[in-house]
């Protein structure tokens, strides 16, 4: 089925040297999103010192931002649908640059939070609109390397951001993390309005497709109550009132949505991507994978600090292995992905994911630093097998009309994983800081709160492992050759 797409025939569509120049935007719009995300970990005792905040106060520096990621990142795939990308894509990459500039000059904690929001309210467009674009603009067979660059520049920014903020906040302090990042997101700016296509997709009748700004809304309400119960149940306890209300507010949003959906004739979801079974092993695999991976990444730090002593500093660079897998690994699946299927390297993937967080719960919790390493190593390398075959499995399932909601769906299943896993596993970790011995019987060292936290990650994957198996399984490509002779036969 082919859409009618505004200007895509004259734009990077066509051109060869345009793509090439479209997709460094993206990678670079990508990179610097995910590391703002995640490059003020290190940095928050310094804010909480300046501010004289509380660690519940100081916790919405983070957590602020991944409600607005997970509530933003599907309303921006469906706006995809109906507002062109240089418009929607420049205006993302505005917003993100005035939250930095509201982040760097923050007289006070509350306005340092009301940036931080305002940049999640920018960076929850760029990845989901580059992956959307991507799937637009490459035809398949074409888009795994595409999306392999834009998921190594994730994985790279998001493993990168912690060691960019400890090394420059600590000799900079954390105000110049903003500043350096709001002149990256100007220059993105002016380049990203000068090579984006003016492209926006229409129904298959050539009108524009109508948005149910009602169920969107039930939508992002329901995801970020859930987000704000998880944070809360971390904070102070997962019986706590604001975390079962929250909890309960997120129930009833979410059944408000599903009663929305089936009672509309066009919802904000259509309810043909969850009977598309592809599809719905992707969305699986992409949260339960992100769920143990973010573990990693937020946990492997706290505990070299905690356990082996380490500073802020050090301890981001023991996530640099992983992030150098991500980097140099992504792009090169991506084009196999194209040529021998992504069911195979997402399998392999998830497998090598489990076998990292079980290795971090039996021999790394509370070992050396380096034993530490070897496992961030191998979870970079499963990310890397992961994140862009998924990404490109979510995009084969679905049809051309179905791209702009479908990706932002899945892109905010990322985000919904990784905020859950977060507040789950750090709730794990609090109740079980006195235990004495591990649930994991092969574990023999002291820190038994981080072995369990590994280990339930571990079960996490176990999930994805197993939707993994429901994916498609043959190659793009092989697909492509075997429908060949049946054509020419016809003919």
């Not at 704000?228 to 129930?251: D, E, N």
């Not at 259509?270 to 573990?295: D, E, G, K, Q, W």
């Not at 002291?446 to 994805?464: I, K, Q, R």
Request: charged letters at 10%; hydrophobic letters at 55%; one cysteine or more.
């Amino acid at each position: 089925m082919k859409v009618p797409m505004n200007g895509a025939s004259s734009g990077p569509g066509r051109n060869p040297a345009s793509k090439a120049l479209l997709l460094v935007v993206f990678a670079l719009s990508v990179l610097v999103a995910a590391i703002t995300v995640d490059m003020v970990t290190p940095v928050l005792p310094l804010v909480r010192e300046q501010f004289a905040a509380t660690e519940a106060q100081i916790s919405w520096v983070v957590s602020g931002v991944a409600l607005v990621l997970a509530v933003g990142v599907p309303l921006y795939g469906r706006l995809s649908d109906v507002i062109e990308l240089r418009s929607l894509y420049g205006s993302a990459v505005a917003l993100l640059s005035a939250g930095c500039l509201l982040c760097a000059v923050a007289p006070t904690l509350p306005v340092l939070v009301l940036g931080r929001m305002i940049q999640g309210a920018g960076m929850a467009a760029i990845p989901v609109l580059s992956i959307v674009a991507v799937s637009t603009l490459w035809p398949p067979g074409k888009r795994g390397g595409a999306l392999g660059v834009i998921s190594g520049s994730i994985g790279v920014g998001t493993a990168g951001g912690p060691i960019f903020g400890g090394a420059i906040g600590q000799w900079a302090g954390w105000p110049s993390l903003f500043w350096i990042t709001f002149v990256l997101t100007i220059f993105i700016l002016i380049v990203a309005l000068r090579v984006l296509p003016s492209i926006g997709l229409k129904s298959p009748d050539g009108r524009r497709r109508n948005i149910d700004y009602g169920g969107g809304a039930l939508l992002g309400l329901a995801t970020g109550l859930l987000l704000f119960a998880v944070t809360q149940g971390g904070m102070s306890g997962f019986a706590s009132f604001p975390s079962i209300g929250s909890f309960i507010g997120s129930l009833l949003a979410g059944i408000a949505f599903v009663w929305r959906s089936v009672s509309i004739a066009e919802p904000f979801v259509p309810l043909a991507l969850f009977r598309n079974r592809y599809y719905v092993c992707s969305i699986l695999v992409a949260v339960f994978t992100m769920f143990a991976y973010f573990a990693v990444l937020v946990f492997v730090p706290l505990m070299v600090v905690e356990v082996n002593g380490l500073s802020a500093g050090q301890a981001g660079w023991t996530l640099l292995p992983g992030g150098a897998a991500v980097a140099i690994l992504s792009p090169f699946v991506g084009r196999i992905s194209d040529r021998i299927g992504t069911r195979r390297l997402i399998v392999a993937g998830v497998t090598v994911m489990g076998l990292s967080t079980f290795y971090l719960s039996t021999v790394a919790s509370g070992a050396s630093p380096a034993l530490v390493a070897i496992g961030v190593l191998f979870a970079g390398i499963a990310f890397a097998l992961t994140a862009s075959p998924a990404n490109n499995a979510a995009a084969s399932a679905l049809k051309q009309d179905q791209v702009g909601i479908g990706i932002g769906l899945f892109q905010g299943a990322l985000y919904l994983g990784a905020g859950v896993g977060a507040g789950i596993l750090g709730a794990l970790l609090s109740a079980r800081q006195e235990a004495s011995e591990s649930w994991n019987p092969l574990y023999h060292l002291e820190a038994v709160n981080y072995s369990d936290a590994f280990l339930a990650a571990t079960g996490c994957v176990l999930m994805a492992w197993i939707a993994a198996w429901g994916l498609r399984k043959d190659g793009l490509l092989f697909l492509e050759k075997r429908k060949k002779p049946a054509i020419m036969g016809r003919g």
